[in-house]
């Protein structure tokens, strides 16, 4: 068949029709003596370049143009009757259009393959952090359930003591496991919102009410700013921003300054409000501000078993304030302090 012609096939059959057609041309000069040059020349001219013209349109047509239909299936995945669509196109249209989709395949690839190699780096990442988060409580009972086995069970100066803290690690744990599930859920989009009514100042309270003594510890005050009297009435879901504050809340008084205090601000900005949580605190570098809310990353590496906290709760901040189709951004200076800012909307 045609359309199975090799590129030495279809060089015979060109050559081959250029002699009939110089033999045609010699028959006709032949027959056609009497007749003026001039005529003869246009004659001549006009079967050449028709003939040339059907030869070699058909020649690229079905030795070059079958050829390129599959680069479209196999770009585009696209059905025969997208391609009969190319069929009568331009051909340098055809390939430059081709030239085009290559380009473009190749730099989505590229694209993909850089997104691939930070996701594998970032899943390795996240493993060897996991495994160091629970490691240490886990290494931590093992260590007080074997002293309390040696005889330490019957040592009343340690029994209860290391009772204690095998229970504290194993809260530790138990919330690790607790907000990773919270992201994975969130991130798999099977945590669902509930939507409700209600006033952001009580959640304040709540929230303030809720972590007075640990924040008493430090002699940090918890402050709502002046003139927040009256209601600012939004529509989220409200055990997950009472999450979002409390996480807030609880990271400005592990980082905050003994002493210092963490205030809250509300702005009316048109359609939402404008939630700020400023504390006195260590402040956080700018190199490392885009990354505070990754999962496990703490500013104070140094500080991170004496703070305690599971390295998440600001990963959870986030993905709580996106689900919301909502932003959360960071400002913060270096032994001055931090703010965190968020948006919701308005009823």
């Known amino acids: 068949m045609i359309k199975q012609f090799t590129q030495k096939t279809t060089s015979l059959i060109i050559a081959t029709a250029m002699a009939v057609l110089s033999s045609t041309v010699v028959l006709l000069y032949y027959f056609l003596q009497p007749v003026n040059i001039f005529i003869f020349l246009i004659i001549s001219l006009l079967i050449s370049f028709v003939t040339a013209y059907i030869i070699i349109f058909y020649a690229v047509h079905f030795f070059i143009m079958e050829r390129i239909k599959p680069i479209y299936k196999t770009l585009e995945n696209v059905t025969p009757k997208k391609l009969d669509v190319y069929q009568s ?38 493993l060897g952090n996991v495994s160091h988060e629970l490691k240490t409580p886990l290494f931590n009972i093992q260590g007080l359930i074997l002293t309390l ?24 744990l138990i919330n690790i496991v607790q907000d990773l599930e919270t992201i994975s859920n969130l991130e798999s989009g099977q945590l669902i919102l509930n939507y409700e009514k209600f006033n952001l100042i009580d959640i304040v309270n709540e929230v303030f009410e809720l972590h007075e003594m640990r924040a008493a510890q430090k002699n940090i005050s918890l402050q709502l700013a002046k003139n927040l009297e009256h209601t600012f009435i939004v529509n989220a879901d409200k055990q997950r921003i009472f999450q979002v504050i409390s996480n807030l809340i609880v990271n400005s008084i592990l980082y905050g300054k003994e002493n210092g205090k963490t205030i809250i601000d509300i702005h009316d900005i048109s359609e939402k409000f404008l939630v700020e949580i400023t504390d006195i605190g260590i402040g956080i570098e700018e190199a490392e501000q885009k990354r505070v809310f990754e999962r496990f990353f703490r500013v104070d590496k140094s500080r991170s078993k004496e703070l305690g906290g599971t390295g998440l709760g600001l990963a959870i901040v986030k993905h709580i304030i996106e689900a919301h189709n909502e932003a959360i951004n960071l400002k913060s200076q270096i032994n001055i302090g931090s703010t965190f800012s968020f948006t919701l909307s308005k009823i």
């Open 89 to 126: 196109a331009d051909d340098v249209d055809i390939i430059a259009d081709i030239q085009k989709k290559v380009t473009n395949w190749a730099k989505k690839k590229a694209k993909e393959i850089v997104l691939l190699k930070e996701s594998a780096k970032y899943r390795k990442e996240f």
């Open 149 to 172: 086995l040696d005889g330490g069970i019957y040592d009343k100066d340690i029994n209860i003591k290391y009772l204690k803290k095998t229970e504290k690690n194993i809260n530790r």
